[in-house]
């Protein structure tokens, strides 16, 4: 079991859908992350949040909408995703704290674009 | 931009045997983290070697950071079956709370 919670597990949608994947922790962590990861690839981050509010954004097309609405919660807003969107998508958090801490991660939602 | 690169890319090996991955990357780091994602789960942290320390030991693991090559390992002494996964370094030379991962190593224990 992970300590990091994503729903759902699996997700088919349409390109002209609008869809949402949500990540829970309830570990204190005041860092969470949304990374993509595509087949026997590493992952990739998308986004940070630090304290609730948006660190990092990896030059991540405007269609993936992040948001925390608070400290245990992250959201990833989807809409017109594209069918290269496809691909296992992960969320993390960690203790904000000098240099990178050891990021504890969901077992992801599969995602696929039809 | 990919920070690490691992080597090899996969792995088999007989169950009892040891199993030795290797990460290099390009900036310089605060430290390296290392981690093993199962086939269809995320990604489960196993070790963080910091700059200023040469080697760590967790249970069966092993990892050696040596910064003058920008080079660490990761060595997993008498394997088992469950040790299957892919392993994945990790660096924060390009700030802090941005994991940068290596392409990874595919491990395969044959039981």
């Known amino acids: 079991d992970t300590e990091v919670t994503q729903t759902p597990k699996h997700l088919v949608m349409g390109m002209t859908n609008k869809k949402s994947l949500k990540c829970e922790q309830h570990?204190?962590?005041?860092?969470m992350y949304w990374y993509k990861q595509k087949a026997k690839k590493p992952p990739e981050l998308m986004f940070v949040?630090?304290?609730?509010?948006?660190?990092i954004n990896e030059s991540v097309p405007s269609r993936f909408s992040p948001e925390c609405p608070n400290s245990s919660l992250l959201n990833l807003h989807l809409h017109a995703l594209q069918p290269e969107d496809s691909a296992l998508y992960l969320c993390a958090s960690s203790q904000v704290g000098a240099g990178n801490q050891p990021q504890h991660f969901g077992d992801g939602t599969r995602l696929s674009i039809l | 931009s990919q920070q690490g690169e691992e080597d090899p890319q996969a792995l088999s090996i007989q169950e009892g045997e040891n199993a030795t991955m290797n990460c290099s990357y390009k900036t310089s780091i605060n430290n390296l983290q290392w981690y093993r994602q199962n086939s269809g789960r995320g990604l489960v942290h196993l070790i963080l070697i910091r700059s200023n320390e040469r080697e760590k030991h967790s249970g069966r693991l092993r990892v050696t950071l040596d910064t003058s090559k920008k080079s660490s390992s990761l060595l997993i002494t008498a394997s088992r079956a469950a040790d299957t996964a892919s392993y994945f370094c990790a660096t924060d030379g390009q700030g802090a709370q941005k994991l940068v991962f290596g392409q990874g190593t595919r491990l395969t224990i044959n039981p």
């Open positions: 570990m204190g962590h005041r860092a």
């Open positions: 949040y630090s304290y609730e509010k948006l660190s």
